[in-house]
């Protein structure tokens, strides 16, 4: 099989790799572009540690093709933090010590901020059933809830700010 | 012991604060680096051909076509492992379950491997690998695999001069069972099933392997204890330990599953029969079907106890799944069972059989959860029976200091009868219930264990320390080790930088494991922190020219004492670090100790369920863990073990297990089928910690991490059996079985 | 001194649940087992643990074993 090469933007940069077309794209991203902060946990679509998202979309980037990522836009893990400063969701991870192993980390980081921008002040049950398709085996959820929570609660008071001082 | 370990009942600066970790940020901007994260140049990709059968004789493997696929650098199989156990059984059996020799023993059982210039030609390769298999009959559950006509798994191990596949069969207790049943006025007799279950980590297997001509060699994996896969890894491929380098990558999840090797020895000697790096990553599919889950489990239990609540004859039988090779599951189960309790008539018996099934390995408190729900669903029906709450008839019976332990050996201070009282004076216990809801309790325990450790302190010349630590972490111990550094030295914690060390930097580190992480290298850590503080006493002797038996080090500072010294300012670790050069050069601290007198500990927790009776789900309201942490070091990561235990607990007791064909195959080896709980099937986990300090460690410290998986099954099912009024006796508990239980009732 | 055996270990001394050792280390105490009753080396393999006074020993064999506390031998541990 000869590989294809590939042309596409992840976090904002224009990339191009080659590969096999029956790569998927989170063999790509890690193999080809060494963007290791997504993982394979399973490789089916179950634990969702492969977490990107592909036009501002959150997927598993286990069940889509390296190939398909052509002309497409993605975010991974590694294009949340802004320069030397942390997302507020990653901050709060850290804070809330919503993390132990981490492996599942960059996954649930992606996941909740697909969530927050589009939901930016979810009930706690509305938090649970977006994140129900990232598997945590450490912390049994709780501290990446509140995790959650707090961070939103900082984003919502920033973008409060930010509003008043377009006033 | 060489050092001082008792309990000093000090005050903290920093010990018990929530400071931040300091593996934090690299782990949330996907820095962090695990056993799949390692490239090396050249690097080929090593895949495993597996046993499509659960039990088979292997005629012949022919591999001659494989080999010569373009692409392909080497194949092996058991020929390129030749025996190098020198008669160590256990050695071996880890031998021949990384690779099949002359028979594949359970579904997944590796029989060859090979290593390829890329994944697809690996893949082309294996298929190109002609396995001739003669099928044997198979044996898959624990009872029927009892039964004297069964199909033997290991036929070196016998019964009575005859092939058998019960491998062991241990007692533990004291006083006489059929005597106190005699003393009873009720006597409850009941069995209970566990189906097998896996610890479920999040990250497969996987590691970089480079093995050089010249008999030198360097692993990068994924492992709770790089030393010991060292020391198997050396010894299967007749290597010098010294000669491998074995460094830990941070890890995704172990809880006991990653303290033994699977692909690494093969890694390795794909390794150096193509003399190029070999990574080697495990699939979800594999990770379940050859890696080491748990037992499934039978047990009988008979509890006799008077009309007042007190137990008078208390037994279990517990035949627990080792899988295709024996282990100590059954000890170790034996030894938990009863340890909650003060009894005068004990005996638990543990029975190891064997099956056509993986190897099992530790999962978190290995073999105490399986006997503890027997046993504690069972007091739950004694209670029921005499009319007593359940958790007065555990008080009636709690063990405390000085009681005789079922287990042997009589308790020092111990927190289970204080863990008891929380749980009764709780909140939640006040709440009302509704239709369909129950509430269940349980206790559990785990013994925690110590050993080997070396921990090494330096001191740059800028008076900031650096810390490396043999134990790998897996939930928190450098930012622990680094705290209790900064408490010791009395400097602040912003600047103890602690590391995990490889093999090389380091004298042998046990397995982290046990819950021993925080326990041994902690006081590993504070000795060292203790020798590098009489190295900065004598430096600072040495810039005052006075004798070192006039310096005292307080608060992170040097002082001269006596009168004749009161105009010396004091000296802090930063400016006697800044002198070093001249002083005698850097300064360090060390200390290698085999770290005995581990603390037991012990916990209780309640559990609200709400059970829909007409698709059987089960969902859980409240949750609350009460445990004795001895001393929390830093309580959010001991809050994390206590949630994060309990939830392996709470998927294990309603959903997860593993389920087996008539034909002997695995049937669900992924998380869609195999279902662990997601982040909607929890609420949030209340957590108390109390803290009963471990006479035989400085700060008090117990191990945590393991015994919250204890009581879960239990709890759930007393709640279960609550919420719809029958008792449940076979974990998991899971829709099906909860509507059965429903409809036999009902006919 | 009384050392009290548990498990496997009363097997190997003839069913006994405690049997009489004079030792002043755990060492010691082994060595003397593993000599009186020769069944015991394969626990030996296994390991054996030693409790003195409450206090769990697994592998720290100098310690001193001092008069008249609890001496109780079970076998070795592990966690996961």
Redesign the interface.
């Known amino acids: ?1 000869s590989s294809v090469l590939v042309s596409t933007t992840v976090n904002g940069d224009p990339v191009q790799f080659a590969c ?1 077309p ?1 790569e998927t794209l989170l063999n790509s991203l ?2 080809r572009l060494g ?10 679509g ?2 969702g ?1 492969c977490s990107i998202t592909l036009d501002g979309r959150l997927v598993c980037s286990c069940l889509v093709l390296g190939v398909e990522a052509e002309g497409r836009e993605i975010t ?3 294009g ?2 802004e320069g030397s400063t ?1 997302h507020p969701l ?1 901050q709060q ?5 919503a ?8 996954g649930f ?1 992606v996941a909740a901020k697909a969530l927050l921008d589009r939901n930016p002040d979810p009930t706690e ?1 509305e ?3 977006a ?16 995790a959650v929570q707090a961070a939103a609660k900082d984003m919502r008071k920033a973008a409060k700010k930010n509003a008043k001082k377009k006033k | 012991m060489k050092h001082d370990q008792s309990y000093t009942d000090q005050d903290f600066k920093v010990i018990g604060s929530r400071v931040p970790r300091p593996d934090g940020v690299d782990k949330v901007t996907g820095r962090a680096r695990y056993g799949a994260d390692a490239y090396a140049p050249g690097q080929l990709t090593g895949l495993v051909l597996r046993s499509p059968h659960a039990h088979a004789r292997i005629k012949k493997i022919d591999i001659s076509k494989a080999e010569k696929l373009p692409g392909v650098k080497a194949v092996i199989t058991a020929a390129d492992l030749p025996d190098l156990t020198e008669g160590r059984r256990d050695l071996f059996d880890t031998l021949e379950n990384c690779m099949a020799r002359d028979r594949a023993l359970y579904d997944g059982h590796a029989v060859a491997a090979v290593a390829a210039i890329d994944r697809n030609t690996a893949k082309q390769a294996l298929k190109l690998i002609k396995v001739s298999y003669e099928k044997q009959p198979h044996v898959t559950d624990v009872d029927e695999a009892m039964k004297p006509d069964a199909p033997i798994v290991q036929p070196h191990i016998q019964q009575d001069g005859k092939p058998s596949n019960i491998a062991q069969r241990m007692e533990f207790g004291h006083g006489d069972v059929d005597e106190g049943l005699k003393e009873a006025d009720v006597v409850i007799e009941k069995s209970y099933k566990t189906e097998q279950t896996h610890q479920g980590y999040i990250e497969p297997h996987a590691c970089l392997a480079s093995v050089s001509p010249d008999g030198t060699g360097d692993l990068w994996v994924t492992t709770q204890g790089h030393f010991q896969y060292r020391n198997v890894c050396a010894s299967l491929l007749g290597m010098d330990v010294a000669k491998l380098k074995v460094t830990s990558s941070e890890i995704g999840g172990g809880f006991g599953g990653k303290t033994h090797v699977w692909i690494e020895p093969l890694a390795l000697a794909l390794s150096r029969k193509a003399n190029r790096p070999v990574k080697m990553v495990m699939s979800r599919e594999e990770v379940f079907k050859a890696s080491g889950p748990t037992c499934s489990t039978s047990m009988d239990v008979r509890i006799g106890a008077r009309k007042d609540g007190t137990i008078t004859s208390a037994f279990i039988e517990c035949r627990y799944m080792d899988g295709a090779f024996p282990g100590i599951w059954g000890m170790l189960g034996g030894m938990t069972a009863w340890a909650c309790y003060d009894l005068k008539n004990v005996k638990s018996v543990g029975v190891d059989v064997l099956c056509n099934r993986p190897k099992v390995a530790a999962y978190r408190a290995p073999s105490a959860p399986m006997m503890a729900f027997g046993v504690e669903s069972t007091l739950d029906l004694v209670a029921a029976e005499i009319g007593m709450d359940p958790i007065d008839l555990r008080l009636k019976n709690v063990a405390r200091e000085g009681t005789r332990s079922s287990y042997g050996p009589t308790y020092g201070p111990i927190g289970i009868e204080a863990t008891l009282q929380a749980v009764k004076n709780h909140p939640q216990m006040k709440k009302k219930l509704g239709k369909n809801q129950g509430r269940g309790m349980a206790c559990g325990f785990w013994f925690n264990i110590g050993g080997q450790t070396c921990v090494d302190l330096n001191i740059g010349v800028d008076g900031t320390v650096s810390l490396t630590q043999g134990t790998v972490d897996v939930g928190g111990a450098r930012a622990s080790m680094a705290m209790i550094a900064a408490e010791e030295l009395g400097i602040p914690y912003e600047d103890v930088k602690s590391n995990v060390g490889d093999t090389a930097s380091l004298g042998h580190n046990d397995t982290t494991e046990g819950s021993r992480g925080t326990f041994s290298s902690g006081l590993a850590t504070i000795f060292a922190a203790r020798d590098a503080i009489q190295v900065l006493k004598e430096r600072a002797a040495k810039m005052w020219d006075i004798p070192v038996e006039q310096v005292t080090w307080e608060n992170g500072e040097a002082r001269a004492v006596g009168a004749e010294h009161n105009n010396l300012p004091p000296l802090s670790l930063k400016e006697i670090a800044a002198k070093s050069p001249t002083t005698g050069g850097p300064i360090a601290g060390h200390n290698e100790v085999t770290a005995d007198g581990a603390g037991v500990s012990f916990a209780s927790h309640i559990c609200d369920v709400e059970v829909d009776p007409e698709t059987g789900r089960t969902e859980i309201l409240r949750y609350t863990v009460v445990q004795d942490a001895g001393k929390a070091i830093h309580p959010d990561y001991v809050e994390g073990q206590m949630q994060g235990a309990a939830a392996q607990g709470i998927g294990w007791a309603l959903n997860e297990e593993y389920i087996y064909g008539k034909d002997g195959l695995l049937q669900n080896p992924g998380f869609l089928d195999y279902r662990i709980p997601v982040c909607s099937d929890l609420p949030f986990i209340d957590t108390k910690i109390l803290e009963i300090p471990n006479p035989n460690h400085p700060y008090g410290i117990r191990g945590v991490g393991e015994t919250s998986i204890v009581p879960p099954l239990a709890a759930i099912g007393n709640a279960v059996s609550q919420a719809v009024g029958v008792r449940l006796d076979h974990v998991p508990m899971s829709p099906p079985r909860i509507l059965k239980a429903l409809d036999e009732q009902a006919a | 001194m009384q050392v009290s055996l548990t498990g496997p270990l009363r097997a190997a001394a003839g069913g006994a649940a405690d049997v009489d050792i004079n030792a002043r280390t755990i060492r010691e105490l082994l060595g003397k087992l593993i000599e009186q009753y020769p069944g015991m080396n394969n626990h030996m393999e296994q390991g054996i643990a030693v409790s003195v006074d409450g206090t769990m020993y697994r592998d720290d064999w100098d310690v001193e074993i001092p008069d008249g506390v609890e001496v109780v031998l079970l076998p070795r541990i592990q966690g996961g």
Not at chain 1, 93 to 97: K, P, S, V
Not at chain 1, 100 to 106: A, D, E, L, R
Not at chain 1, 131 to 146: E, F, P, Q, S, W
């Open positions: 099989m096999p029956d890690r193999d963007l290791t902060g997504a993982k394979e946990g399973c490789g089916t179950d634990c540690s991974t893990v590694e949340l933090a942390l990653q991870f850290i804070d809330q010590a993390l132990q192993c981490g492996i599942c980390t960059p980081l049950t938090i649970r059933y994140l129900a398709g990232n598997l945590c085996r450490c912390t049994g959820y709780d501290k990446i809830v509140r």
